[in-house]
């Protein structure tokens, strides 16, 4: 029958991601922001089609072991980050000279550094890789300028912001970064669309 895969045989998908992480993973050049997203939309492809899809990926809390095998498969030429990263050593403060490496990342709106570090913000569980002046997850193939816009922290902070300060998330929702934040938050986690994603 056409399209299906039998035991010991690899999916074309699985052949394309191979040789894209093999031409990759032995380079000796930098990587380029168009290599990581190949990358990134070829491994996105992978999940939606050979592991389980990536509402799974993500609710299983797959960010970490995405960001390691993205670092590993791009020969190690990325960085892997999350917030505590932006932490000093003792997380009681920002790192202000590595924040200074990236001028676009700044708090969501209505928020202050302040504030994200006091509610304890400092130490959010995401984890992303970096390119440059990017930040790129499984839901960011092409990278943001600020990781406050990945999917998970936007959804993350409405979850945080309704159970502990539902006042300040009254306040700020008219804004329509929020607005786009608590949709996500409420509605089911779906792949983006793309060349190559569907």
């Known amino acids: 029958m056409s399209g299906t ?6 999916s074309e998908i699985a052949r394309r991601h191979d040789e894209i992480v093999a031409s ?9 922001h ?4 190949t990358f990134m939309r070829s491994y996105l492809e992978m ?13 299983e809390g797959g960010c970490g072991d995405n960001a390691d095998y993205a670092w590993n498969s791009t020969g190690r030429r990325i960085e892997v980050m999350d917030l505590a990263g932006f932490a000093n050593g003792d997380f009681k403060d920002w790192d202000h000279d590595l924040l200074a490496r990236w001028p676009a990342v700044q708090p969501p709106p209505g928020l202050s550094w302040d504030y994200l570090r006091d509610g304890g913000w400092i130490d959010q569980a995401h984890v992303w ?12 193939v092409e990278g943001v300028d600020n ?7 936007r959804r993350g902070l409405v979850r945080t912001l309704r159970m502990s300060d539902p006042e300040l998330l009254e306040r700020v929702s008219s804004d329509p970064w929020w607005q786009g934040s608590i949709h996500l938050a409420d509605t089911p986690i779906e792949a983006p669309a793309g060349p190559g994603m569907g």
């Open 5 to 10: 895969v039998t035991a010991g045989t690899k």
């Open 47 to 59: 999940i939606e089609n050979e592991w389980g899809g990536l509402a799974k990926n993500i609710e």
């Open 24 to 32: 990759l993973s032995t380079a000796e050049t930098p990587l380029t």
């Open 147 to 153: 990781p406050f816009d990945l999917h998970d922290i």
């Open 34 to 37: 168009e290599e990581l997203v």
């Open 129 to 140: 890789v970096t390119l440059g002046q990017r930040h790129y997850d499984i839901e960011a």
